[in-house]
């Protein structure tokens, strides 16, 4: 069993930054996926990043490419999220979420995803 735990959101102005930090108990085997999803009331929950511990492999969504970075710390099985130049729309419930095995390409759907944080809420006002 994993129990993921997300901190470090919070409410900033446009072009302010913060970092999420997602902590995942249990066991992290190799072939593992950690990512980052977010969602805003009417929309469908998207993903925002995700790392692939068995080759190293990153993914980042268009929507905040040179914005956000994600820093895995595999000793302690932790994500983290830093996002800069927020804007307001990357106000939202953020997520993490474990996917184990192999896969044909990056999963992207949260339905690829097994395990879930409960979530960080992120506001940035205008």
């Known amino acids: 069993q994993v129990h993921l735990v997300e901190s470090g959101g919070g409410s900033v102005q446009t072009g302010g930054s913060l970092k999420l930090t997602c902590v995942a108990s249990?066991?992290?085997?190799?072939?593992?996926?950690m990512a980052w999803f977010r969602q805003t009331p009417g929309k469908e929950r998207e993903m925002v990043a995700n790392?692939?511990?068995?080759?190293?492999?990153?993914y980042i969504a268009k929507a905040v490419e040179g914005r956000f970075t994600i820093s895995p710390d595999i000793a302690r099985n932790t994500l983290s999220l830093q996002m800069n130049d927020l804007k307001p729309e990357d106000t939202g419930m953020y997520y993490c979420?474990?996917?184990?095995?192999?896969?044909?390409?990056?999963?992207?759907?949260?339905?690829?995803?097994?395990?879930w944080g409960q979530g960080t809420q992120v506001t940035v006002s205008s």
């Open positions: 790392y692939y511990n068995h080759n190293r492999e990153t």
């Open positions: 979420a474990i996917r184990f095995g192999a896969a044909y390409r990056t999963p992207l759907s949260p339905s690829e995803y097994t395990y």
């Open positions: 249990g066991v992290i085997e190799d072939r593992t996926w």
